[in-house]
């Protein structure tokens, strides 16, 4: 087991540290960025269903249901198709309206989770076309969908799961981003700006990897909170979500992820000297209205630690600390907000003591309802 963590104490921390390769894989040979061309053999067979599509229905459990919810923004940003996300224990019991125009897109990093299968299987029911992202070849989902793509980011043996996210989310790019070619909705030159963006994707993971040690300085300031509080906008709402399970999962802290404009809703009442709020401020996508957020956290003595882009010079000032992710598209920024957020999870849990790869109740895969 000491040779497969490849020198790092934990499978965790080695998987978090896999991801700029993860991400590379990921797109390798199906993101031709000079000849303007994505290739993916499960959508180019079956490109009709998703240039008919009424609209996309998304399902999935855990973390993957938050690479979906990431999905949601890029495939109506770009691809201006309808999405809605589901938990597949959800949907599965609820009767839903399916149609045979309708994609269902299963997401799963195991390809085994069991109320994700049974989501897929009343779908394909119903007439409507499945497509599997999951990473496990072979997967029981890979092999009930009808077309798929796989992430490609090798096994992922901690329980909680960090590679599998953000190559789902490399994927799901790479779909949406094809899919927005097809319908017209990028002009060429657009197409390629993003091409040539998402292949610097993995050397600025890389950079935002580099804060490691600041990030361990801050996880020991609030390793020992009983609750936190994660906050972001649009793209980086869902990443807020997966931070804060992340933590929990992990560290047993209680967190929850909230949209930030909606922390006015509720969370706030819970705001005083001891909570310990992250929030996602990168320079992209609502920067302002993030920094409001943060100033009424502030006056209420909240703790703030701000994930900014380099050289951001606001925040920095209204924050108790503040760790720098490279700038890139908004749409590209959780594969990089999402790193210091699974390192600090990871140092608070070390910290506390805990099992990091195998968290106590606990499975890597739910293979049972
Ligand atoms: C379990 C794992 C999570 C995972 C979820 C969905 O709860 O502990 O890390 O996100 O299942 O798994 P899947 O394999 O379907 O992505």
Known sequence: EEIEKGGYDHFMLKEIYEQPRAIKDTYRGRLLADQGIIRMAGIDQNLEKFMNANRIIIVACGTSWHAGLVAEYIFEDLARIPVEVEYASEFRYRNPVITEKDVLIAISQSGETADTLAAIKLAKEKGAFVFGVCNVVGSSIARESDAGAYTHAGPEIGVASTKAFTTQITVLTLLAL????????????????????LETIPSKVERALEANPLIEIISDVYKDSTNCLYLGRGYNFPVALEGALKLKEISYIHAEGYPAAEMKHGPIALIDEHMPVFVIATKKGHYEKVVSNIQEIKSRKGKIIAIVTEGDEQVKELADHVIEVPETLESLSPLLTTIPLQ????????????????PRNLAK????E
């Open 365 to 368: 895969s739910v293979t049972v």
């Open 343 to 358: 390192l600090l999870s990871y140092h608070i849990a070390v910290m506390r003591g805990c099992n990091v790869d195998q």
């Open 178 to 197: 094809k899919l927005a070619k097809e319908k017209g909705t990028f002009s060429e030159t657009e197409f390629h700006e993003f091409l040539t963006e």
